[in-house]
């Protein structure tokens, strides 16, 4: 189930875990790894159709972007799992996860044709990018939670912390 504006991101024990594996490293190198390889080709795939120029560069980047998604995808559900607990679909990130999947197939598609050769340049670069901008929109999820996670971090600092025997505070 999705999580609701009202519920917090990690619990107390889940950001402990966050915090404590590798894989919140790994993701945090992949993520702007392919963010510059997307822009990038995404520049060359824009100008390709554009110009005519550099069709092959712009049809291997891609591939490219695709390989990396990949490896972003594989250890996000990792991580995910040291964190949540499921390797996807964990309520904090239900959303996020559903459009990755639409993300993934797009570009599993391009890659798909890419390798067949049926489609011509032109067709090909035009599913990249369909496929380029869901991949902007999951993009603008996930930073969407890491400001979430930096806003509940703050509030979490500045919650004054229960008494030593374990009280909890009335709702």
Known sequence: MPTSPAQ????????????????????GVLAPVQ?????????LVVRSLQTGEHTDWALASVVLKTGVLYAIMVTGA??????????LFA????????????????HTAYV????LGTWSATDQLLLALAAYGSYAINAFQYIRK??????????????????????????
């Open 91 to 106: 309520p904090a990130f239900f959303w996020e996860d559903l459009v990755s999947m639409g993300v993934m197939g797009l």
């Open 146 to 171: 890491l400001r979430m996670a930096r806003m509940q971090k703050h509030t979490d600092s500045e919650t004054p912390s229960l008494p030593a025997s374990g009280a909890q505070a009335s709702t």
């Open 8 to 27: 917090v991101l990690y619990t107390p024990a889940q950001r402990a875990r966050r915090n404590a594996t590798a894989w919140t490293l790994v993701q």
């Open 35 to 43: 963010f510059l390889i997307f822009g990038i080709s995404l520049y």
């Open 78 to 87: 990792i991580w995910e799992k040291v964190v949540f607990g499921r390797y």
């Open 112 to 115: 798909w044709v890419w390798w």
